[in-house]
């Protein structure tokens, strides 16, 4: 079983990151194995940047260790143009940081339901 946190996207304002951290939380309610979400910013210089973090935390400790720094630091300098998060429960395979949601291979990012 999985769940999806959220997806949004343009140049996110501070309320649609908040709606992203909250839909974080709220997705626990379908899956506490593992957390993960990526993003979209702006480079320094021409196109954009996609980072992921995904991690076996509770979701609650993955937005308090995780989602809420990147606020104050990388956000902070540049707005993000997609935020996806996801928890998953897992029904197939360890519970390693490895397995958990975003997958990411040469060009492509993603998660599934």
Same mark, same amino acid.
């Given at each position: 079983?999985?769940?999806? *946190? /959220? @997806?949004?996207?343009?140049?996110?304002?501070d309320?649609?990151i908040?709606? %992203? +951290? +909250?839909?974080?939380?709220l997705?626990m =309610?379908? *899956?506490? #194995?593992?957390? *993960?979400? !990526? #993003?979209?910013?702006?480079?320094?210089k %021409? /196109?954009?940047q @996609?980072n992921?973090?995904?991690?076996t #935390?509770h979701?609650? &400790? $993955?937005?308090?260790n995780? =989602?809420?720094?990147?606020r104050?630091?990388r956000? %902070?300098?540049?707005?993000?143009r997609?935020i /996806?998060?996801?928890?998953?429960?897992a029904?197939? *395979?360890?519970?390693? &940081?490895?397995? %958990?949601?975003? !997958?990411? $291979?040469?060009?492509l @990012?993603g998660?599934?339901?």
């Amino acid at each position: 079983m999985c769940g999806m *946190g /959220g @997806i949004m996207s343009t140049n996110m304002i501070d309320t649609e990151i908040e709606y %992203a +951290r +909250r839909l974080g939380i709220l997705n626990m =309610f379908r *899956g506490e #194995d593992s957390t *993960g979400m !990526f #993003d979209v910013v702006p480079k320094e210089k %021409a /196109g954009e940047q @996609i980072n992921y973090w995904k991690t076996t #935390d509770h979701p609650v &400790d $993955f937005i308090k260790n995780t =989602f809420n720094p990147l606020r104050k630091t990388r956000w %902070a300098k540049h707005t993000p143009r997609l935020i /996806g998060i996801h928890c998953r429960a897992a029904t197939q *395979g360890k519970l390693t &940081d490895q397995n %958990a949601h975003p !997958f990411a $291979f040469k060009t492509l @990012i993603g998660m599934h339901n």
